[in-house]
């Protein structure tokens, strides 16, 4: 969604350029236009314009600003078409008060409407235009400006995080935030920054703050001062440091962020297995004593949700059902009991829908929220009675790829915690699990080390095919979803994932002479009928390619191609094949899209945090 980059410092440095810097920075979160102000000499400089940034930047130079001071925002079109007149910043009727903004503010027809009969003239079709308009009608009562902005907002419903520059206090930057994250980077006495997320200012500073929902913050260069938006008192914060290595936002010789992010995933393992044990104690035994389970997310998350969900319950010995953030509430309003718990969980921790979920959840009965995201600080965190951070370290493709891996190897973890304090296997068995979970990362390095070219042979012979199924059974139906996913978001392919018993029930209709089926077989329980499945598809004509272990003897026979996962001797187990085997379908996503010419770092019309409805 929306990115925003603020900047104030007391040096002589090119202002543009780092404005312009700091919000490519947030490019992944994807957008559809860009804008930048600046301050100087009692004059506010704006350029604008729909398209990318470089596209924008070709045009309008925009590293070229005056001044100590400025903020900086792409957006991603909601309340408006993607044009130059709606991008940010937006200005009152007088020009002084320029505002950036991500969220939506509901009711702006309506506060607009009254803002028209008071004389205010507006140029664009965004909600956002009327901060500045009503920030400036408070003005006009006789407030100062920290006031205006404060009694301006009381009046807005819906998600704000805003950056102001404005030339009533033409030395500050004002940040506030409800609901979409703001983050304020500091070097101390020389220059301070707000941004949406970490990377717009990781290779300017790792001292951060967070500003949580209500609250101000006022930047001047390397300073801070933090609000209470409901009592206008001072708030004390205490820096915190980020953990993330510079290089970490860096492309590092990759040709892209996906395919970097692809090949992160054996060390993103590897430290999410180092998860304080702790933490996944305190889940295991939340989940352990709770009448009703649910598990829940978006996209990726929610295909995590599914692996995870299998895990946990084959060791949990209860079911637990797995919901879309945005179908929770209206699926389990008047059957939420007490002492329940759901889980959530979020590569961002911004996802408005599942935000919304547990907060609905949370009011409506007492029961516990547990969450698993990839983001320090997020607000899925501040919801949550407990939460465990994923470490799979930034995350600047699109496309979620190693957080996927490593939120179902922390659902794995719980799992086998529980299956300790359960005891329902012998210690030695449940040390077999942790050796096959541990194995998980060497598995991924050696397929990633020797399979580019038969992926790449893969999606040449699948060149002429813009849909074709991702057929699985049990745990992989998951895998088999989250695979279509990555094809439809990075390579624009109508790649569905299904259930390979179900397949027969419609889709087969669509197999003729040729037409490929990717099966995803895990030598687990499913395996002899998933084996009746693919013949079905074989029979009439369809192209087998298969997704197996090394070992397989059986559906190799049957298929016209396989993609082998490495088995490491006795210490492999299938259940844990929805970490070991999606990278065979990240590969496929990532070097589909670059066979057909597509940016896999940004796919059309995507966002990375989706913090509205
Ligand atoms: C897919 C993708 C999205 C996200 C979804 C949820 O590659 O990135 O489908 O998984 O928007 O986002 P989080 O996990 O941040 O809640």
Redesign the pocket.
């Known amino acids: 969604m929306c990115g925003i980059f603020g900047v104030i410092t007391n040096q002589d440095i090119p202002i543009g350029k780092i404005a312009l810097e700091g919000i490519k920075r947030l490019e992944y979160r994807g957008y559809d236009s860009v804008g930048i102000v600046s301050q100087h000499d009692g004059k506010l400089f704006i350029k604008k314009d729909a398209g990318k940034i470089d596209e924008v930047h070709k045009k309008l130079k925009l590293d070229d600003f005056p001044g100590k001071i400025a903020i900086a925002h792409t957006r991603w079109a909601t309340h408006g078409a993607p044009t130059k007149i709606n991008s940010h910043p937006h200005t009152n009727c007088s020009n002084n008060i320029t505002v950036v903004h991500n969220g939506i503010i509901e009711n702006f027809m309506t506060l607009k409407e009254e803002l028209i009969q008071r004389g205010h003239n507006f140029k664009s079709d965004t909600d956002t235009e009327i901060i500045p308009h009503l920030i400036e009608e408070k003005m006009k009562e006789g407030l100062d400006f920290k006031d205006s902005i404060i009694e301006a907002l009381k009046i807005l419903k819906g998600s704000y995080g805003l950056a102001i520059l404005s030339l009533y206090v033409p030395d500050t930057i004002i940040a506030v935030r409800k609901e979409s994250p703001i983050i304020i980077g500091i070097e101390p006495g020389v220059a301070t920054y707000c941004a949406s997320d970490f990377p717009a200012f990781l290779p300017l500073t790792k001292t951060y703050y967070i500003l949580e929902d209500c609250e101000m913050a006022i930047l001047k260069a390397g300073e801070v001062e933090f609000f209470d938006m409901n009592t206008s008192e001072i708030i004390e914060k205490k820096s915190q440091q980020i953990e993330w290595s510079i290089n970490a936002a860096e492309k590092g010789g990759y040709k892209h962020f996906m395919l970097k992010e692809i090949y992160e995933q054996p060390e993103a393992l590897k430290r999410t297995l180092k998860i304080s044990n702790e933490d996944i104690k305190i889940f295991a035994q939340i989940i352990l004593s709770a009448n009703d389970i649910y598990i829940t ?5 929610l295909f995590a949700s599914l692996a995870g969900k299998f895990i946990i319950s084959k060791f949990l010995g209860k079911y637990i059902q797995a919901i879309e953030c945005s179908e929770l509430k209206g699926q389990l309003t008047n059957f939420l009991r007490d002492n329940s718990v759901i889980i959530a ?7 408005i829908d ?1 935000i919304e979920a547990i907060r609905w959840a949370k009011k409506a009965q007492n029961l516990k929220i547990l969450s698993i995201t990839n983001a320090v600080g997020s607000s899925i965190t501040r919801y949550s009675d407990h939460f465990i951070i994923t470490q799979a370290g930034p995350e600047i493709g ?3 790829t190693k ?1 996927y891996s490593c939120q179902v190897l922390t659902l794995a973890l719980i799992a086998l915690e529980i299956a300790k304090l359960r005891k329902i296997e012998p210690e030695s068995e449940i040390q077999n699990y942790y050796k096959a979970l541990k194995s998980t990362p060497q598995i991924i390095e050696n397929f990633l080390s020797n399979n580019i070219n038969l992926i790449r042979k893969i999606v040449k012979d699948l060149e002429k095919h813009s849909s074709y199924f991702f057929l699985a059974r049990g745990i992989s139906i998951g895998t088999a979803k989250e695979g279509g ?2 094809l439809k ?1 990075v390579a624009c392919r109508f790649i569905e994932g299904y259930s390979a018993a179900s397949a027969k029930h419609g889709p087969i209709a669509l197999v003729r002479k040729g037409y490929p089926i990717v099966f995803i077989a895990p030598p687990d329980e499913t395996y002899v009928r998933l084996i009746g499945n693919l013949m079905e598809f074989k029979s009439r004509g369809g192209k087998i390619i298969s997704i197996v272990v090394e070992s397989d003897k059986k559906i190799r026979v049957h298929s016209d191609m396989t993609i082998d996962i490495p088995q490491p001797a006795d210490i492999y187990h299938s259940i844990f094949s929805p970490i070991t085997f999606i990278p065979a379908l990240q590969l496929l996503a990532y070097y589909t899209a670059i066979f057909h010419g597509l940016d896999p770092d940004k796919p059309l019309n995507l966002s ?3 913090t509205v409805h």
Do not use: F, P, R
């Open positions: 997310g978006a996209g990726t998350s969980v979020s590569q961002s921790g911004e996802t599942t699109v496309a979620a957080t996913l990555k978001e990375k945090t989706v």
